[in-house]
């Protein structure tokens, strides 16, 4: 069964940085397009960020400009470089293989 992972959460001032890891197993990693969402507290969960198993990314506007999806095939892992967070960035971040959830991390971005 396939599993994924995330971590690098936490709690941070209004215009820091985070990066969030999400390490996949169980499945062939590298043939599978990737995604991040989040679901801030009673909201719908929000597509954030998607990263084919090659080339080309694609963002929601909500980030776009502040976050960066990336992978390395080798380690089974993307990550969500976020800049310029804001209190609007609070939620619970997941990864999404398509088929696949993680259990979520929690940023909440406050003064």
């Known amino acids: 069964q396939g599993q994924l992972m995330e971590s690098g959460g936490g709690f941070v001032r209004p215009g820091a940085s985070l990066r969030l890891s999400c390490l996949a197993s169980g499945f062939q990693f590298n043939l599978y397009t990737m995604y991040w969402y989040r679901q801030a507290p009673g909201k719908e969960r929000e597509w954030l960020a998607t990263i084919p198993p090659t080339l080309g990314t694609n963002y929601a506007d909500s980030v776009k400009g502040r976050f960066t999806i990336s992978r390395d095939n080798a380690k089974n892992t993307i990550y969500l470089q976020m800049n310029s967070l804001k209190p609007e960035d609070t939620a619970v971040y997941y990864c999404?293989?398509?088929?696949?959830w993680g259990q979520g991390t929690q940023v909440t971005v406050s003064s």
């Open positions: 999404h293989s398509g088929h696949h």
